[in-house]
């Protein structure tokens, strides 16, 4: 008798042949369309995952911005080299917040200790949610060669070291922004302004109420903010916490602004608070939309907190 | 625990070995194990209401087959009371009173009624008909009281279609419990390449198309009419992904194990009128439907307006039964006007074709029947997705008035394009199935390796554009 008649016999050991000829011939699509992906990924040189990479793995400049898509359109480094003579880079990423920011700051830290940190926190930073644990994806290209982000992106889920046993998983959704990445046409068409990017829409609505909501602090992110603090102190690097402006009026102070303030103070970090800086909010036709400042509102911006972060640097 | 998580895999993989290891004594109670565990994965307590109306109805079960004359009704009304009676605190109590502190405030008084902190337990509706579809076949003679309370519980828990359907019939799947299922190796491949369908469904669809679904409805306001008509298809599609590819699932995962559960879906968007769309949707809900209320209420055997009566009604409860808001109510009354309408206007219909010469050209009127039961599906799916009834009518004012950007402002255009991507598949291959039922085949081919590579592409195209952060499914809420 045949061995594959033995087999068909069983109906167990015939499940058990064809399951692993299956697996055989996924893990050699996944391995070989993950190695070109990955091949690719690196090689971008435009874009955002390109802007993470050269943040994580290629940035020597004295001053770096983190924060969220506020960071990325508020804070203009040619302005702040200007004013303080140093080199800049911003690393803000668009739907990212302080897991991100910490994770991104753990990768740079091993490579170098930058002179100055900007950390701009929004409103509703330390809100429990799981948005910005979800949002950890796009960190995982780098799970592979960077163990000091893996806690971090570990947060994720429990399951994440193992789906990465596919090599394609850490490229998830990634590859038409990889082809753009990688693409002469986009290449042309972007404008590298050391990681910002300007907004150029005015704002026209009235400005946006809002709803009073008390909600619940993350514990986990608050940790992260402590632990960004202690980091930047471990590697002499002078840390800023900002709140850069935003169009919409408070009835009450929002949690989380309220909880920077509080650690700030224990940590003796200065906090500067524009989200409620009339100077801003009085003036919508700084704003892109009520979020994000435009590129004349970021000018204004950059200038005055570089102003106010000589002062406080001459202070000291 | 949800399907599209490893945990959902790693104790699908789990309780399928064992079960097969088992002696078939033993299975059911391990079954029966596998669904308590599966259930209080969500939220534990909540197995105690499920214990309440499985310790009713089956005392009610043996009652009424023991019994004769007016008891065994009285044993009926009442199990049906306790099924609606926890459904009706549970899922419409606060709806109620809602409506009540409105009607209320209208006259300056104030509801002296308390609202209840209580959250539905998951799947509480498909549990509650497919226990009431118990008694009431034991009650018509159709179907013998189980006297085993292990496996009258596993018939109402069975774990792949406890939280979401499809709402089975004792006749169909209380016998199977019992049955000996040996380890069949086509019909395991079956199941599988069923569930790997519904994940397709699932993740690549259903999931990515959520995204901008939600953001485009969750803020009717700030968005272009174009936007969200492009949005409104776009949850004709996730809701059907979502819902299918979880019966996918559920039925795939009961296959490995031997046992058959009911067709739930049959390529919906297909349907050339709103009557054979009800007969390919969710159609274990719109059999029971039909089986335990149409048919009651007299069906098509009354006077016509009765019969209109009937259709109305029936599709009325069925949006109640999707949800405790106006929105699912008013979705169902809108698909009873339809069929009403459909009725009332079809020899006039019948003689616009005639005059128009359409009835001469089959294929192009086929395809124009199709575009108008999706049209009016999709109508009718903005009161389903729409987050009141308010943001209902805002988004169908400005889907008629409002032209704009067809992307909504952050939009990213990737996800756009997979978006694109996955309808495309996923007609593509649904098409084949409904026009070219006999032709070459991917995943029924004849040779392995055609097989085996179309099973891994799925696998890979999951990979590479499947949304792993995607949220529950839509109809564990009801």
């Keep these: ?316 | 625990m949800i399907f599209n998580s490893i945990e959902f895999v790693l104790f699908f993989i789990f309780v399928t070995i064992a079960y097969f290891i088992l002696p078939y004594r033993f299975r059911w109670f391990l079954l029966l194990a596998a669904s308590c565990y599966f259930y209080m994965a969500f939220v534990p307590v909540y197995i105690l209401i499920l214990g309440f109306t499985i310790v009713i109805d089956y005392f009610a079960g043996i009652f009424i087959e023991n019994e004769q004359g007016k008891k065994r009704k009285l044993y009926l009304v009442m199990s049906l009371v306790a099924n609606i009676g926890v459904l009706a605190v549970f899922k419409y109590y606060n709806f109620l009173n809602d409506n009540l502190t409105l009607l209320l405030g209208s006259f300056n008084t104030s509801n002296p009624v308390p609202y209840l902190k209580i959250l539905l337990p998951i799947g509480l509706s498909f549990h509650t008909f497919q226990a009431m579809s118990y008694t009431i076949e034991v009650y018509r003679g159709n179907q013998k009281a189980e006297r085993n309370f292990g496996i009258y519980s596993l018939y109402v828990m069975f774990y792949p279609q406890l939280v979401a359907g499809p709402i089975e019939r004792p006749q169909n799947l209380l016998h199977q419990f019992r049955e000996k299922f040996d380890f069949n190796y086509n019909r395991v491949v079956e199941g599988l390449q069923q569930m790997l369908w519904g994940f397709f469904k699932k993740l690549v669809v259903a999931d990515r198309l959520e995204l901008y679904v939600n953001a485009a409805y969750n803020n009717p306001q700030q968005q272009s009419g174009t936007t969200l008509v492009l949005a409104t298809i776009f949850f004709a599609f996730q809701i059907y992904c979502d819902f299918s590819g979880y019966s996918n699932i559920a039925i795939g995962a009961a296959k490995v194990m031997g046992f058959d559960l009911m067709t739930n879906f049959k390529r919906p968007y297909f349907s050339t009128n709103i009557s054979e769309f009800w007969k390919r949707w969710h159609i274990s809900l719109s059999t029971w439907f039909k089986d335990y209320l149409y048919i009651s209420l007299g069906g098509n055997r009354v006077s016509i307006p009765r019969w209109y009566f009937n259709l109305f009604i029936v599709f009325f409860i069925s949006g109640l039964w999707h949800g405790a808001n106006w929105t699912y109510i008013i979705w169902g009354s809108l698909n009873g006007i339809y069929l009403v309408f459909a009725i009332i206007s079809q020899g006039a219909r019948d003689k616009v074709n005639h005059v128009l010469g359409i009835e001469k050209l089959p294929r192009l009127n086929h395809f124009f029947q199709i575009l108008i039961t999706f049209a009016l599906t999709c109508f009718a799916w903005v009161f389903f997705r729409a987050n009141n009834v308010a943001d209902s009518f805002l988004i169908i004012q400005k889907m008629f008035t409002d032209r704009g950007a067809l992307l909504f402002d952050k939009a990213d255009p990737s996800s756009f394009i997979f978006s694109f991507l996955g309808i495309f598949m996923l007609l593509a291959i649904e098409a084949k199935h409904e026009y070219y039922k006999g032709s070459f085949s991917f995943f029924h081919n004849r040779h392995w390796l055609v097989r085996n590579l179309s099973y891994a592409v799925l696998i890979i195209i999951i990979l590479l554009i499947g949304v792993f952060d995607g949220g529950q499914f839509i109809y564990f809420q009801f």
């Excluded at chain 1, 004013?83 to 911003?90: P, V």
């Design chain 1, 1 to 316: 008798m045949m061995f594959e008649d033995r087999i068909k016999q069983n109906a167990y050991l015939y499940f058990a042949s064809r399951l692993l000829l299956l697996l055989l011939i996924v893990f050699v699509l996944d391995f070989s369309i993950g190695k070109i992906l990955r091949y690719y990924y690196f090689k971008q040189e435009t874009g955002r995952q390109y802007r993470a990479t050269y943040a994580i793995d290629k940035t020597t400049a004295d001053v770096l911005i983190f924060g969220s898509s506020r960071a990325y359109h508020h804070y203009v480094p040619d302005i702040i080299e200007t004013n303080l003579k140093q080199s800049c880079y911003n690393t803000g990423s668009p739907g990212q917040y302080l897991l991100y920011n910490y994770a991104t700051l753990r990768a740079i830290l091993k490579r170098y200790a930058p002179k100055m940190i900007i950390l701009d926190l929004s409103t509703s930073e330390f809100q429990v949610g799981r948005d910005s644990y979800d949002r950890l994806s796009f960190l995982l290209p780098y799970y592979k060669d960077h163990e000091e982000i893996r806690p971090i992106v570990d947060l994720k889920s429990r399951w994440e070291k193992f789906k990465l046993l596919s090599s394609i998983y850490a490229f998830n959704s990634s590859f038409l922004m990889i082809a753009g990445g990688n693409s002469e046409y986009f290449k042309k068409r972007t404008t590298d302004l050391k990681g910002y990017k300007p907004l150029t829409g005015v704002w026209q609505k009235p400005i946006t109420p809002e709803i009073f909501q008390d909600y619940k602090l993350d514990s986990v992110k608050v940790s992260m903010l402590t632990s960004f603090i202690d980091d930047c102190n471990r590697a002499g690097t002078k840390l800023f916490i900002v709140s850069s402006p935003i169009y919409v009026t408070y009835r009450e102070r929002d949690p989380s602004m309220v909880l920077i303030d509080k650690v700030a103070k224990e940590k003796k970090v200065p906090f500067m608070d524009f989200s409620y800086d009339t100077s801003f909010t009085n003036h919508p036709f700084l704003f892109n939309d009520p979020s994000h400042l435009n590129e004349k509102g970021a000018k204004l911006f950059t200038a005055k907190v570089t102003g106010m972060i000589k002062d406080s640097v001459a202070a000291r």
